[in-house]
């Protein structure tokens, strides 16, 4: 349970915001989990796309957009896995731009998150924040986002709103086929800019991971990558979304405890059957859940990933807001663009520059 922490929110946030029905959220999300702790035997983590989850959250984007989107991220990186040398691209992408998308996604997020904090119960959003920042203190506290839906819980309780448990078998998920138009418009939209950011975090900085705690394994980028076009490809039919893998959650779980796939299986198995049975009451439980407590969560991680653009190089503050800017004010896919251009132009004048005397 380690990476729950940046699991949740967005799940919430699907779920509340995105109206995405339960069933087909935790059953793909349950399934893929047993499958990837059978097939690879470590505790190789499952989590939301984080510039997709973002974006669409902020946007309430529709639930077919975002499963539309996981068949042409799923197809994206099926390609990439199949190209030669694909390990090298991701020292071809400015640190500069991969940082810019982590800053305007952070901005987006958090921006989001205040609102519908300070639209609703203030205080309540205060309150999550607050709880989040105290326990993320000290990490071998309880799981900082299961304390907070305790609180929602809670909230809940107080305010009349609580639904009844009901155990239910559920149909869903159903099988329903993307819309093309649609997977390109959220590749667009968000899907460029979630690339170099795939590319670093869950292919580059996870495989050095698993190599420094399963030296044993004999995982490479191209698993990771034919892993991650399969099991979008998949979701997207069944009503899912983008999924990735990342350092941070390989990296929580170890720290708690992990070292095989059992953990994936268990997780899998525990999704598994709360989509199966308990969609229904998941459901009521996520729309009726405090939207205060869901923008402070918003917050923080949108403040976290913020936060990661502190260590960017002086030269490359310049491309850096070349790709906010346009993140924000148009879209992912242009900031990408947009910061690309800049690094072109600002190593170009730095080539050229008259040398000092």
């Known amino acids: 349970m380690g990476d ?13 915001v995105n109206n995405m029905h339960p069933a087909g959220f935790l059953v793909v999300f349950g399934l893929t989990n047993i499958a990837t702790g059978l097939i690879y ?7 939301p796309m984080k510039v997709i989850a973002a974006t669409a959250i902020a946007q309430a984007w529709a639930p077919s957009l975002i499963s539309a989107t996981a068949l ?6 099926l390609l990439m896995g199949a190209l030669p040398g694909v390990e090298r691209l991701v020292q071809k992408t400015p640190d500069g731009v991969i940082r810019g998308i982590q800053l305007a996604l952070g901005l987006n997020l958090a921006w989001s998150g205040l609102r519908m904090a300070t639209d609703n119960s203030w205080w309540l959003g205060l309150l999550t924040v607050s709880i989040i920042w105290t326990l993320n203190r000290n990490q071998r506290a309880m799981p900082t986002a299961l304390v907070v839906i305790l609180l929602g819980v809670v909230t809940m309780v107080w305010q009349g709103t609580l639904p009844e448990l009901e155990l239910t078998w559920t149909a869903r998920p159903t099988l329903s086929l993307p819309v093309l138009s649609l997977a390109w418009e959220g590749f667009w939209r968000a899907g460029i800019g979630q690339i170099p950011l795939t590319l670093a975090n869950a292919v580059v900085a996870c495989l050095a991971l698993i190599k420094d ?8 980028e191209r698993h990771l990558m034919f892993n991650m ?21 390989l990296a929580s779980q170890y720290y708690f405890g992990a070292r095989t796939g059992g953990a994936n299986i268990m997780e899998g198995t525990i999704e598994l059957v709360l989509g199966l049975f308990l969609a229904g009451t998941l459901l009521q439980f996520f729309r009726a859940f405090p939207v205060a407590i869901v923008g402070g969560m918003m917050v923080v991680v949108g403040v976290e990933l913020g936060k990661l653009t502190h260590g960017v190089a002086r030269r490359s ?39 000092s005397h």
């Open 229 to 249: 076009g399969a099991m979008n490809v998949v979701s997207s039919v069944f009503g899912g979304f983008p999924m990735c893998h990342g350092a941070g959650g």
């Open 4 to 16: 729950f922490g940046t699991l949740l929110p967005l799940a919430i946030g699907f779920m509340a």
């Open 41 to 47: 035997g470590i505790p190789l983590p499952l989590q």
């Open 317 to 355: 503050w310049l491309v850096t807001v070349g790709t906010v800017l346009p993140s924000l004010f148009l879209n992912m896919g242009v900031g990408f663009v947009c910061g690309l251009a800049v690094h072109i132009v600002s190593e170009n004048l730095h080539r050229f520059k008259p040398a």
């Open 72 to 77: 042409s991220m799923g197809l994206f990186w």
């Open 213 to 220: 705690f399963f030296p044993e394994s004999d995982i490479s």
